[in-house]
């Protein structure tokens, strides 16, 4: 549908009616009785459950001690995607023997999804860092790579003529011509990879670890708290948030000071 | 500085199994520290032939050769000025002139002072930490010729350079290019399709017939401009009022119409 652009507090005011009529759902379904407190809690106990699991440990540590595991298992498995998926997409993109080296292979890898690595994670690392950073890696790799090496192989050719009549050799090509060139497409790569990540993370720590948000949900499961399921959902939920504005606020940033 | 050669040069492009030739049978030199541009029809493959000189493209027959020697690949010896600036825009004013310095492995202090030289010669003063899309097209543009010059090339390729700004500006360009070309001359192949700026700016004018392109008539200019002592004249429209200049326009618009008509026949 096209109208005329909402307001600010007209949208604002659509998202409060969202949420308002979700929780409003929520509430009525948890109150009716169709399934027992134990399996459907009302959002006030989740509330509740949150507020203690931030004080109380529960699975060997507190709500963010849980979250600070993650997030460096995250922190991991996302920079070693980036310090692998930059150089390899800007290689690609500026030799044409090594795109046709990696492309085949890594074009029919990238669609197992990251979760189906967990055997090989358990098998190699059991509940070591290196599981879910294995698995972490395998999801926000393949978005680091592909958005990489569309941005650098998209560069303008003028740019690349004038790079070779002003001497650039590949590696200064490769840095101050294609990585700058390519670094919108690169930092969209990021915020998919980003997401990408996180939430393999979860499924990782679900099955290999001992700690950890996924970890604290399992063990939530186990003692049949589902208001502890939630809560962990709910950390993820804003974490997972919180890491997208993060990027975001960079995309745009650097959109600015290309005066796009 | 170093003279440009092209020695029955000829270009045939594959265009989906049939054969487009481009450029024919192209001898022209431009001497040592000699100003040549080529006029032509748009398609008359003009362009080709500079990005030849470059190394950007290659000739299918005969050679084109830049101090002697044969062009292989493009290289800091032979700057290029392009049309569309092709500035980096991640760069500032600075970075963009210090680029080619750079692969030539000039020391830094030897490349503050030549950069520096040509901002001030630029007019670029003051822009050093500026990004090219905060610049108007006529400031990019100078620092497109400063970054070629800055590098002392053997010779110099300028491929419509002032085609993409407006009227006004392209006249500040013309004149503060034919002040620098006439103060240190230099080795320059110039590429346009506007007539009054080769006649203005050109030694001498490589006239380029429709595709396939060839050299239908080479024209001395700088024998008429020193007799008639148009650079006493400071201003473009001065040199372009003189009969002397007109005689010469007129003279090269009809052979550019000549081949018009020939088309239309």
Redesign the interface.
């Given at each position: 549908m096209i109208g005329p652009p909402l307001a600010q507090r007209e949208l604002l005011r659509l998202t409060g009616a969202g949420t308002f009529a979700f929780l409003a759902l929520w509430s009525a379904a948890a109150l009716s009785g169709i399934t027992s407190q134990q399996f459907l809690p009302a959002p006030w106990e989740v509330l509740a459950r949150f507020a203690r699991l931030l004080t109380e440990p529960f699975a060997g540590y507190t709500l963010l001690v849980h979250l600070s595991s993650s997030l460096q298992r995250f922190a991991m498995g996302f920079a070693l995607a980036v310090a692998a998926g930059l150089p390899l997409g800007l290689l690609m993109a500026h030799f044409r023997w090594i795109d046709r080296l990696v492309a085949p292979l890594f074009e029919a890898v990238r669609f197992v999804a990251p979760i189906a690595w967990v055997p090989f994670a358990a098998l190699w690392f059991g509940t070591g860092i290196g599981g879910p950073v294995l698995i972490i890696f395998m999801g926000a790799f393949p978005p680091v790579l592909i958005n990489t090496y569309r941005g650098a192989k998209f560069v303008e050719a003028k740019y690349l003529e004038a790079a070779r009549m002003l001497g650039a050799g590949p590696w200064r090509t490769m840095t101050e011509v294609l990585l700058p060139a390519a670094v919108p497409s690169i930092v969209a790569g990021l915020r998919i990879s980003a997401g990408l990540g996180w939430q393999s993370l979860v499924g990782a720590e679900l099955i290999v670890a001992s700690s950890g948000v996924g970890y604290m949900m399992v063990k939530g499961q186990a003692a049949v708290s589902t208001a502890t399921v939630m809560s962990g959902m709910i950390a993820i939920g804003l974490v997972g948030l919180l890491i997208d504005v993060v990027l975001r606020r960079l995309h745009r940033h650097i959109e600015q000071r290309r005066g796009l | 500085m170093a003279n440009i050669q092209f020695q029955r040069v000829g270009r045939v492009f594959r265009q989906g199994g049939t054969e487009v030739v481009a450029l024919e049978d192209i001898d022209l030199e431009v001497q040592d520290r000699e100003f040549v541009a080529i006029v032509g029809p748009s398609g008359c493959g003009k362009t080709t032939c500079l990005r030849m000189a470059?190394?950007?493209d290659h000739a299918t027959s005969g050679s084109v050769r830049v101090g002697g020697v044969e062009v292989k690949?493009?290289?800091?010896d032979?700057?290029?000025v392009?049309q569309?600036f092709?500035?980096?825009?991640?760069?500032t004013v600075w970075d963009n002139i210090e680029?080619?310095l750079?692969?030539?492995g000039v020391d830094v202090a030897e490349r503050r002072r030549r950069i520096e030289h040509y901002i001030a010669l630029m007019g670029l003063a003051g822009y050093e930490r500026a990004?090219p899309?905060?610049l108007s097209g006529g400031m990019q543009q100078r620092v497109a010729i400063a970054?070629a010059y800055v590098?002392d090339p053997k010779v110099l390729l300028m491929d419509e350079p002032f085609g993409a700004l407006d009227a006004q500006t392209r006249v500040v360009m013309q004149e503060e290019l034919v002040r620098l070309a006439r103060r240190h001359p230099r080795t320059v192949l110039f590429i346009t399709h506007a007539v009054e700026e080769a006649v203005y700016l050109a030694d001498r004018i490589a006239v380029m017939t429709r595709r396939p392109g060839r050299i239908r008539e080479v024209i001395d200019v700088k024998s008429v401009r020193e007799s008639e002592r148009w650079d006493a004249l400071e201003r473009i429209e001065d040199v372009m009022d003189q009969p002397s200049f007109v005689h010469l326009r007129t003279h090269i618009w009809k052979l550019l119409r000549e081949q018009q008509g020939e088309q239309a026949h």
């Open positions: - | 470059a190394g950007l690949s493009p290289g800091p032979r700057a290029v392009f569309q092709a500035l980096f825009p991640w760069k680029f080619g750079v692969s030539l990004f899309h905060q970054r590098l």
